[in-house]
């Protein structure tokens, strides 16, 4: 398994316009930086640079043999600042947008050598951070690949994490709480239906949905800290690509790659409908756009879930013989 590495930045001004000292960490995966194309992958909420290997969170996706093979490409993972990993967190992580995240990972780029990515990929916020690292960077991606997650904050998601972020400042048990309803976010009702249908743990004597939902809200309690959990509810809050640069079609037209869209058909967060009005919206201004759908009964967590969908979408453009040419 890869090793985390760090990179220091001393008295970076964030957006908000106050210096703050970062410790970036990441990890390398696969070929060795500068011998092969270079994909980086963003993760989401609550998960980390170890995207494949024995604890990969995309292992399904990415390894030796995988749609993104390690033995064809360099693998770039890093972790957002402040998401707990190593005990990383930040107090005071309302001066921070994602935009100031985008930022830190091109500087971090640069301190590596990295001046052109094969592919960005990420899903929810992960995949708005590629949105962004696009936008405010247009030449970097060769290929965006935002899946199950937008270019701004909707409202719907405003709404959201406001919940989450009463439930995380006002709750007796913060972390286990907050996961609870975000799961509810994160899948269906169809899903639950199918899965639990009403039925009930016989040792417990409770709904096996409740069983369910306890279970995931003590997980990510022993996992996870609760200011990393902050940070990371805030800067959903915080996405959009248009913040001072004018329209949608303005800003998403000057990236130069392709763009890739991977929604789900089923997505109560990060809807459907909102990403093929981005599709639509773009499709005239832009012509490497791509829409993909992935079919699903269990709503945002599908980017999690469904991998034969996502290995034939992502097939194409990670094993064209001409990539390496």
């Not at 390690?70 to 005990?87: E, K, M, S």
């Not at 040792?203 to 990371?232: C, P, T, V």
């Not at 058909?265 to 791509?290: G, V």
């Not at 759908?293 to 469904?306: N, R």
Request: charged letters at 20%; hydrophobic letters at 40%.
């Amino acid at each position: 398994m890869s090793q985390l590495a760090y990179i220091t930045f001393d008295q970076y001004t964030t957006l908000s316009g106050v210096q703050m000292d970062f410790r970036l960490s990441y990890k390398l995966f696969g070929l060795p930086l500068g011998s092969a194309p270079v994909v980086l992958v963003n993760h989401s909420l609550t998960g980390d640079a170890d995207v494949t290997g024995e604890n990969g969170w995309w292992s399904e996706l990415i390894g030796d043999g995988k749609v993104i093979d390690t033995q064809q490409y360099t693998i770039l993972a890093f972790n957002f600042p402040g998401n707990g990993v190593d005990n990383d967190v930040i107090e005071h992580y309302d001066h921070l947008v994602l935009r100031d995240v985008a930022n830190l990972f091109k500087e971090a780029l640069d301190h590596l050598g990295i001046d052109k990515l094969y592919a960005a990929i990420g899903g929810s916020i992960g995949g708005a951070l590629v949105w962004e690292m696009g936008a405010s960077f247009p030449d970097l991606i060769e290929n965006s690949i935002p899946i199950a997650c937008d270019w701004k904050t909707s409202d719907w998601v405003l709404a959201n994490t406001l919940l989450q972020d009463r439930i995380l400042h006002n709750s007796k048990n913060p972390l286990y709480d907050a996961r609870i309803h975000a799961m509810m976010c994160y899948r269906t009702p169809e899903s639950f239906k199918t899965r639990f249908g009403r039925s009930i743990h016989e040792e417990k004597g409770i709904f096996n949905i409740d069983s369910w939902l306890l279970y995931h809200g003590e997980k990510l309690d022993n996992r996870f800290l609760l200011q990393a959990y902050k940070l990371m509810n805030h800067l959903l809050r915080t996405i959009d690509i248009t913040e001072g640069r004018g329209s949608f079609e303005e800003v998403a037209s000057q990236i130069k790659g392709s763009v890739h869209l991977i929604s789900i058909d089923t997505d109560l967060f990060f809807t459907d409908a909102e990403n093929r009005e981005t599709y639509t919206r773009l499709m005239e201004k832009k012509a490497n756009l791509h829409y993909h759908t992935v079919s699903s009964v269990h709503g945002h967590d599908a980017f999690l879930i469904e991998y034969d969908q996502l290995n034939r979408m992502l097939s194409p453009l990670f094993t064209n013989i001409h990539i390496h040419s």
